[in-house]
Protein backbone atom coordinates (compact mmCIF):
# COMPACT_ATOMS: atom_id res chain seq x y z
CA UNK A 1 0.00 0.00 0.00
CA UNK A 2 1.64 3.48 -0.96
CA UNK A 3 1.71 6.63 1.37
CA UNK A 4 -0.80 7.64 -0.67
CA UNK A 5 -3.35 5.23 -0.46
CA UNK A 6 -2.71 5.05 3.02
CA UNK A 7 -3.22 9.14 3.25
CA UNK A 8 -6.10 8.28 1.73
CA UNK A 9 -7.16 5.55 4.43
CA UNK A 10 -6.68 7.68 7.06
CA UNK A 11 -8.33 10.67 6.25
CA UNK A 12 -11.96 8.95 4.87
CA UNK A 13 -11.83 7.16 8.86
CA UNK A 14 -10.79 10.45 10.83
CA UNK A 15 -13.73 11.81 8.41
CA UNK A 16 -16.36 9.13 9.21
CA UNK A 17 -15.34 9.67 12.80
CA UNK A 18 -16.34 12.85 12.32
CA UNK A 19 -12.78 14.37 13.46
CA UNK A 20 -12.09 16.11 10.55
CA UNK A 21 -13.08 19.69 10.41
CA UNK A 22 -12.58 22.58 7.80
CA UNK A 23 -11.11 24.83 9.70
CA UNK A 24 -8.86 22.90 12.14
CA UNK A 25 -8.28 23.80 16.33
CA UNK A 26 -5.46 22.72 18.25
CA UNK A 27 -6.35 19.97 19.61
CA UNK A 28 -4.00 16.80 19.77
CA UNK A 29 -6.58 14.68 17.30
CA UNK A 30 -6.64 17.36 15.35
CA UNK A 31 -2.80 17.97 14.40
CA UNK A 32 -3.06 14.73 13.27
CA UNK A 33 -5.54 15.28 10.85
CA UNK A 34 -3.13 18.42 9.79
CA UNK A 35 -0.33 15.88 9.29
CA UNK A 36 -2.20 14.48 6.25
CA UNK A 37 -4.43 16.66 4.78
CA UNK A 38 -4.73 20.39 6.67
CA UNK A 39 -7.95 20.65 4.99
CA UNK A 40 -11.18 18.57 4.64
CA UNK A 41 -11.65 14.88 2.91
CA UNK A 42 -12.14 15.75 -0.63
CA UNK A 43 -15.49 15.64 -1.94
CA UNK A 44 -17.10 18.08 0.08
CA UNK A 45 -17.67 20.82 -2.40
CA UNK A 46 -21.92 20.18 -3.09
CA UNK A 47 -20.94 18.80 -6.87
CA UNK A 48 -22.98 16.57 -8.09
CA UNK A 49 -22.16 13.20 -6.26
CA UNK A 50 -20.75 14.81 -3.52
CA UNK A 51 -21.69 16.50 -0.43
CA UNK A 52 -20.95 19.91 1.50
CA UNK A 53 -19.26 20.73 4.94
CA UNK A 54 -22.48 21.24 6.28
CA UNK A 55 -23.71 17.36 5.29
CA UNK A 56 -20.72 15.87 6.20
CA UNK A 57 -21.38 15.64 10.02
CA UNK A 58 -18.12 18.07 10.41
CA UNK A 59 -19.85 21.24 10.94
CA UNK A 60 -23.58 21.86 11.07
CA UNK A 61 -26.07 24.36 9.83
CA UNK A 62 -27.86 25.22 6.49
CA UNK A 63 -25.50 26.39 3.92
CA UNK A 64 -26.21 30.22 2.50
CA UNK A 65 -28.14 30.95 5.89
CA UNK A 66 -25.85 33.07 7.41
CA UNK A 67 -25.25 36.87 6.18
CA UNK A 68 -22.03 36.05 4.47
CA UNK A 69 -21.55 35.92 0.65
CA UNK A 70 -19.07 33.69 -1.02
CA UNK A 71 -18.07 33.29 -4.38
CA UNK A 72 -15.78 32.42 -7.37
CA UNK A 73 -14.87 34.64 -9.93
CA UNK A 74 -13.74 32.70 -13.41
CA UNK A 75 -13.48 33.41 -16.91
CA UNK A 76 -17.47 33.38 -18.60
CA UNK A 77 -15.41 31.58 -21.50
CA UNK A 78 -12.08 30.17 -22.00
CA UNK A 79 -9.34 29.25 -24.84
CA UNK A 80 -8.55 25.44 -24.17
CA UNK A 81 -4.92 25.54 -22.99
CA UNK A 82 -5.09 28.98 -21.57
CA UNK A 83 -4.00 29.86 -18.41
CA UNK A 84 -6.73 31.91 -16.31
CA UNK A 85 -6.77 32.91 -12.57
CA UNK A 86 -9.46 32.13 -10.30
CA UNK A 87 -10.62 33.84 -6.90
CA UNK A 88 -12.32 32.24 -4.39
CA UNK A 89 -14.01 34.96 -1.85
CA UNK A 90 -15.82 35.42 1.67
CA UNK A 91 -17.12 38.66 2.81
CA UNK A 92 -19.20 39.06 5.76
CA UNK A 93 -20.16 41.87 8.75
CA UNK A 94 -20.77 39.35 10.94
CA UNK A 95 -17.55 40.49 13.38
CA UNK A 96 -17.34 36.94 15.07
CA UNK A 97 -16.46 35.42 11.94
CA UNK A 98 -12.57 34.36 12.43
CA UNK A 99 -11.00 31.79 10.26
CA UNK A 100 -12.14 31.01 6.71
CA UNK A 101 -11.89 27.96 4.59
CA UNK A 102 -13.07 26.53 1.13
CA UNK A 103 -12.45 23.61 -1.24
CA UNK A 104 -13.13 23.59 -4.90
CA UNK A 105 -13.26 21.45 -8.11
CA UNK A 106 -13.71 22.11 -11.60
CA UNK A 107 -15.97 19.77 -13.76
CA UNK A 108 -17.48 19.22 -16.94
CA UNK A 109 -20.71 18.45 -18.04
CA UNK A 110 -20.35 14.82 -18.12
CA UNK A 111 -19.09 15.69 -14.30
CA UNK A 112 -15.35 14.45 -15.15
CA UNK A 113 -12.03 16.56 -14.13
CA UNK A 114 -12.29 19.95 -16.27
CA UNK A 115 -8.90 21.65 -17.02
CA UNK A 116 -6.10 21.46 -14.09
CA UNK A 117 -6.04 23.52 -11.11
CA UNK A 118 -2.38 24.51 -10.30
CA UNK A 119 -1.12 26.12 -6.80
CA UNK A 120 0.43 29.70 -6.74
CA UNK A 121 1.62 29.88 -3.19
CA UNK A 122 1.35 28.26 0.41
CA UNK A 123 -2.37 29.04 1.03
CA UNK A 124 -4.00 26.25 -0.95
CA UNK A 125 -3.30 22.86 -1.34
CA UNK A 126 -4.13 20.73 -4.28
CA UNK A 127 -5.56 17.11 -4.29
CA UNK A 128 -5.64 14.75 -7.60
CA UNK A 129 -7.31 11.36 -8.35
CA UNK A 130 -9.34 12.15 -5.68
CA UNK A 131 -13.58 12.10 -4.29
CA UNK A 132 -16.22 10.29 -5.62
CA UNK A 133 -14.53 8.12 -8.60
CA UNK A 134 -10.79 9.19 -7.53
CA UNK A 135 -10.90 11.06 -11.04
CA UNK A 136 -11.44 14.57 -9.51
CA UNK A 137 -9.09 17.38 -9.05
CA UNK A 138 -9.42 19.24 -5.84
CA UNK A 139 -7.69 22.51 -4.68
CA UNK A 140 -8.32 24.17 -0.90
CA UNK A 141 -6.95 26.18 2.16
CA UNK A 142 -4.06 25.16 4.13
CA UNK A 143 -3.72 25.56 7.92
CA UNK A 144 -1.42 29.09 6.54
CA UNK A 145 -4.96 29.18 4.24
CA UNK A 146 -7.27 30.19 7.31
CA UNK A 147 -6.06 33.62 8.21
CA UNK A 148 -6.89 32.82 11.72
CA UNK A 149 -8.38 35.83 13.88
CA UNK A 150 -9.03 37.72 10.40
CA UNK A 151 -12.42 39.46 10.53
CA UNK A 152 -14.36 40.57 7.41
CA UNK A 153 -13.33 37.85 5.23
CA UNK A 154 -10.74 35.71 3.01
CA UNK A 155 -9.73 35.48 -0.46
CA UNK A 156 -7.38 32.52 -2.74
CA UNK A 157 -6.27 33.26 -5.98
CA UNK A 158 -4.54 30.31 -7.65
CA UNK A 159 -4.74 29.29 -11.40
CA UNK A 160 -7.03 27.22 -13.65
CA UNK A 161 -5.66 26.34 -17.13
CA UNK A 162 -8.48 25.12 -19.33
CA UNK A 163 -9.06 21.70 -21.31
CA UNK A 164 -6.61 21.46 -24.29
CA UNK A 165 -9.27 20.89 -26.51
CA UNK A 166 -13.27 22.24 -26.29
CA UNK A 167 -14.75 20.04 -23.64
CA UNK A 168 -18.07 21.99 -23.45
CA UNK A 169 -19.12 24.23 -20.37
CA UNK A 170 -16.91 23.72 -17.02
CA UNK A 171 -18.57 24.35 -13.86
CA UNK A 172 -16.54 25.57 -10.79
CA UNK A 173 -18.23 23.87 -7.58
CA UNK A 174 -17.02 25.40 -4.53
CA UNK A 175 -18.08 25.17 -0.15
CA UNK A 176 -16.46 27.38 2.17
CA UNK A 177 -16.95 27.55 5.79
CA UNK A 178 -16.55 30.98 7.20
CA UNK A 179 -15.60 29.90 10.96
CA UNK A 180 -15.87 31.43 14.34
CA UNK A 181 -12.36 30.05 15.38
CA UNK A 182 -13.11 28.55 18.54
CA UNK A 183 -11.87 24.77 17.91
CA UNK A 184 -14.85 23.56 17.33
CA UNK A 185 -17.48 22.13 14.60
CA UNK A 186 -20.35 24.21 16.16
CA UNK A 187 -21.43 27.74 15.36
CA UNK A 188 -19.51 27.90 12.37
CA UNK A 189 -21.72 29.30 8.72
CA UNK A 190 -21.23 27.08 5.56
CA UNK A 191 -21.51 28.38 2.24
CA UNK A 192 -21.65 27.10 -1.38
CA UNK A 193 -21.06 28.68 -4.45
CA UNK A 194 -20.76 27.46 -8.65
CA UNK A 195 -19.23 29.34 -11.64
CA UNK A 196 -19.59 28.42 -15.52
CA UNK A 197 -16.84 29.05 -17.99
CA UNK A 198 -18.00 28.45 -21.79
CA UNK A 199 -15.65 27.34 -24.43
CA UNK A 200 -15.05 30.19 -26.57
CA UNK A 201 -16.58 29.92 -29.77
CA UNK A 202 -15.61 30.80 -33.43
CA UNK A 203 -13.03 33.68 -33.66
CA UNK A 204 -15.32 36.89 -35.04
CA UNK A 205 -13.86 39.20 -37.33
CA UNK A 206 -13.21 42.77 -35.74
CA UNK A 207 -15.11 45.43 -37.11
CA UNK A 208 -14.98 48.92 -37.04
CA UNK A 209 -18.58 51.30 -36.22
CA UNK A 210 -16.84 54.93 -35.51
CA UNK A 211 -13.62 56.44 -35.45
CA UNK A 212 -13.45 59.66 -34.01
CA UNK A 213 -10.43 62.58 -33.13
CA UNK A 214 -10.00 63.49 -29.32
CA UNK A 215 -7.02 66.31 -28.24
CA UNK A 216 -4.44 63.52 -27.97
CA UNK A 217 -5.88 60.08 -29.46
CA UNK A 218 -7.97 59.03 -32.22
CA UNK A 219 -10.64 56.67 -30.88
CA UNK A 220 -11.78 53.56 -33.14
CA UNK A 221 -15.12 51.64 -31.80
CA UNK A 222 -15.93 48.57 -32.91
CA UNK A 223 -16.44 44.99 -31.93
CA UNK A 224 -14.87 42.16 -31.37
CA UNK A 225 -11.38 43.35 -30.52
CA UNK A 226 -9.43 41.49 -28.63
CA UNK A 227 -6.22 42.15 -26.17
CA UNK A 228 -3.58 43.00 -28.13
CA UNK A 229 -4.71 44.12 -31.37
CA UNK A 230 -3.30 46.54 -32.82
CA UNK A 231 -4.66 49.26 -36.16
CA UNK A 232 -3.14 50.04 -39.21
CA UNK A 233 -3.16 52.87 -41.02
CA UNK A 234 -3.04 52.30 -45.03
CA UNK A 235 -2.21 48.69 -44.34
CA UNK A 236 0.46 49.69 -41.75
CA UNK A 237 0.82 48.86 -37.67
CA UNK A 238 1.01 52.05 -35.50
CA UNK A 239 0.92 52.26 -31.73
CA UNK A 240 -2.12 50.89 -30.53
CA UNK A 241 -3.00 50.89 -26.96
CA UNK A 242 -6.36 49.74 -24.85
CA UNK A 243 -8.53 52.96 -24.06
CA UNK A 244 -8.22 52.35 -19.79
CA UNK A 245 -12.39 53.73 -19.76
CA UNK A 246 -13.09 50.67 -22.06
CA UNK A 247 -11.84 47.69 -19.97
CA UNK A 248 -13.87 45.04 -21.99
CA UNK A 249 -11.87 46.06 -25.12
CA UNK A 250 -14.70 47.34 -27.18
CA UNK A 251 -13.01 50.72 -27.46
CA UNK A 252 -9.32 51.27 -28.44
CA UNK A 253 -7.37 54.72 -28.48
CA UNK A 254 -4.74 55.12 -30.60
CA UNK A 255 -1.94 57.96 -29.94
CA UNK A 256 -1.28 59.38 -33.85
CA UNK A 257 -2.53 63.13 -34.28
CA UNK A 258 0.42 64.50 -32.48
CA UNK A 259 3.00 62.77 -33.51
CA UNK A 260 2.36 64.03 -37.04
CA UNK A 261 0.53 60.47 -38.58
CA UNK A 262 -2.33 61.87 -39.68
CA UNK A 263 -2.06 65.47 -40.94
CA UNK A 264 -4.96 67.82 -40.89
CA UNK A 265 -7.10 67.39 -43.86
CA UNK A 266 -5.68 63.92 -45.01
CA UNK A 267 -7.71 60.75 -45.12
CA UNK A 268 -6.47 57.39 -44.78
CA UNK A 269 -8.20 53.66 -44.11
CA UNK A 270 -7.95 52.34 -40.69
CA UNK A 271 -7.82 48.22 -39.93
CA UNK A 272 -7.80 46.52 -36.53
CA UNK A 273 -6.03 43.43 -36.64
CA UNK A 274 -6.36 40.62 -33.58
CA UNK A 275 -3.65 38.91 -32.35
CA UNK A 276 -5.00 36.01 -34.75
CA UNK A 277 -4.36 37.93 -38.04
CA UNK A 278 -8.01 38.08 -38.09
CA UNK A 279 -8.30 42.02 -39.43
CA UNK A 280 -11.55 44.22 -39.95
CA UNK A 281 -12.58 45.92 -43.42
CA UNK A 282 -10.84 49.02 -43.81
CA UNK A 283 -12.67 52.27 -42.42
CA UNK A 284 -12.08 55.36 -44.46
CA UNK A 285 -11.21 58.34 -42.21
CA UNK A 286 -10.01 62.07 -43.01
CA UNK A 287 -8.98 64.15 -40.31
CA UNK A 288 -10.42 67.33 -40.02
CA UNK A 289 -8.29 70.43 -41.45
CA UNK A 290 -7.80 72.00 -37.91
Not at 237 to 244: A, F, Q, Y
Request: contains cysteine; charged residues 15%.
Amino acid sequence: MTNKDLTKLLSAALFIGGVVTILTGNTPALRRVHAYAEGPPAGVTGAPGEITCATSGCHTGTPNSGPGQFKIDAPRVYQPGATYQITVTHTTTDVSRRRWGFQLTALTAGNGKGGDIQRPNSLVQIFNDDGPGFNRQYIEHTINGTFAGTQGGGSWTFDWVAPSSDVGPITFYAAGNEANNDGTNTGDQIYTATAVSNPAGPALQPQITVVEAGKKHLFVTGNNFDIGAVILLNGNPVNTENDSATPSNFLTGLKVIKKGKIQPGEEVNIRVQNASGLASADFPYKRPAS
